[in-house]
């Protein structure tokens, strides 16, 4: 036995021998390029903190931003049929659902949960980009009802998160039939009085941004968040003009009139908190003087405006 063929080397090449490091470690800002540890971009809500570039941030980890102490109760979707149209492209409608489903360990790409929002109830229904993009078929329509008719039974504001690039093409018609069957679902919860807010980030284009998502009583938007219709591209070659500098990304739109603020992801928890507490008339806001005939101003009654 030659002992420093079986013995020696083996405990050198242990001690030389690169140990593995996980790939995830580090995230590169598409804006500014920096190398981000992990760590330290979840910290910051996944903000770069060199360039402030706000970075996608999956549903769950906005459930936990938003609820009251990161308390939330996910609920379970109705099952619909798989691939109602039997499509096929380069590869089967039902393989890359599967595909996505073992990727991002969810059934479809809306996810619906329920808490509360500094005490008030609050239903939220996020778009996951992660999966196909965030495009809304008949699972989404489904999802964003099932949230309409809770927000509906517990009397709470429904706030919608989208992140999408439009319908689903795989689903063709039935995808679209979305858009209206959506709309139906949050006019009854208009009709109800119960609040609609909309938190649009990027990117919420294509028919969702072209339904539920520009209905809401009060549009938020994040810093640099892409919101439009079609793309740029196709835009310019439609009209054959260049489009103004900026032009679908928050600021623009603010700035003409089509969302109402554009709020910091560290300022949407206080945000939301304070538009909630002003919608949902939680307790009371003033009290109004009523001064009865003959008597002066120094002997009134007050009467509390609720």
Not at 4 to 21: A, E, H, M
Not at 223 to 245: D, H, N, W
Request: with cysteine; proline share 4%.
């Amino acid at each position: 036995m030659n002992w420093l063929t079986n013995f020696v080397r083996p405990k050198v090449q242990r001690l030389v021998r690169q140990r593995d490091v996980p790939e995830n470690l580090w995230n590169k800002c598409p804006q500014c390029g920096h190398m981000i540890f992990h760590r330290d971009l979840a910290k910051n809500m996944s903000v770069c903190p060199h360039c402030d570039h706000h970075l996608h941030l999956s549903a769950n980890d906005r459930f936990i931003l938003l609820f009251d102490d990161g308390y939330y109760q996910r609920i379970e979707l109705p099952k619909n049929v798989v691939d109602p149209l039997k499509f096929n492209d380069i590869k089967s409608y039902v393989d890359r659902l599967r595909d996505f489903q073992n990727q991002t360990k969810e059934k479809d790409a809306i996810i619906v949960a329920y808490g509360k929002i500094d005490g008030i109830n609050a239903v939220i229904a996020a778009f996951n980009f992660a999966f196909m993009g965030g495009s809304m078929g008949v699972a989404v329509g489904d999802g964003i009802v099932a949230a309409a008719e809770l927000a509906l039974v517990q009397d709470a504001a429904l706030i919608l998160i989208p992140a999408s690039g439009g319908a689903r093409m795989q689903e063709g018609i039935l995808s679209l039939m979305q858009m209206a069957r959506t709309t139906i679902a949050v006019d009854k919860v208009k009709e109800k009085g119960l609040p609609y807010i909309v938190l649009l980030t990027d990117p919420t284009t294509g028919g969702v941004s072209a339904s539920l998502a520009m209905l809401g009583d009060i549009h938020i938007a994040e810093p640099g968040a892409m919101i439009g219709f079609a793309g740029t591209r196709v835009i310019e070659s439609t009209i054959q003009e260049k489009l103004p500098e900026g032009f679908q990304r928050a600021e623009y739109l603010l700035d003409h009139g089509m969302i109402d603020m554009v709020i910091h992801r560290h300022k949407l928890l206080e945000t939301l908190a304070n538009l909630l507490s002003l919608l949902c008339h939680r307790g009371p806001v003033g009290q109004m003087m009523r001064l009865p005939v003959g008597t002066s101003n120094n002997n009134f009654e007050t009467d509390t405006i609720d």
